[in-house]
Nanobody
C-alpha cells in the first residue's frame, strides 16, 4: 500500500520560510516523480512544483519561481519543498503527489498523479 505523509506546515509571518516534507512508502517503483500542489480556501487545486526521480528535471509554477525549491532524497523516498519569502497568497493546504515516471510536458496536471498525501496546512499571516 502506497502511503504519502506530509509534514512541516504551520503558521508563519510574511517573509518567513517553511520546509515541507513528503515521505513515500510502499511504492513498487523507484523512478517516481514527486510533486507538490496546493489548494487555497475557495480555490481549485494548483500545481506548485515537481521533480523527477534523479532530480534532473524540476519545474515550478510561475507564482513560486525564485522563492520555492523542490528537492528529494531518493534513498529516503522523501521530497522537500523549501518555501522562502512567504506571503499571504501562499496560504493553502499543500499536498504531495507521486506517479511512476516524469512527464516533461504535463508535470503540472494533477490528474497524472496516482497517489496523494493527506495535506499539510500552511498559513501566512501577520
Amino acid at each position: 500500500q502506497v502511503q504519502l505523509v506530509e509534514s512541516g506546515g504551520g503558521l508563519v509571518q510574511p517573509g518567513e520560510s517553511l520546509r515541507l516534507s513528503c515521505a513515500v512508502s510502499g511504492h513498487p517503483h523507484s523512478n517516481i516523480a514527486m510533486a507538490w500542489f496546493r489548494q487555497a480556501p475557495g480555490k481549485e487545486r494548483e500545481f506548485v512544483a515537481a521533480i523527477n526521480w534523479s532530480a534532473v528535471f524540476r519545474n515550478y509554477a510561475d507564482s513560486v519561481k525564485g522563492r520555492f525549491t523542490i528537492s528529494r532524497d531518493s534513498a529516503k523516498n522523501t521530497a522537500y519543498l523549501e518555501m522562502n519569502n512567504l506571503g499571504p497568497e501562499d496560504t493553502a493546504d499543500y499536498y504531495c503527489a507521486v506517479r511512476t515516471g516524469y512527464s516533461v510536458t504535463y508535470y503540472y496536471r494533477a490528474a497524472l498523479y496516482d497517489y496523494w498525501g493527506q495535506g499539510t496546512q500552511v498559513t501566512v499571516a501577520s
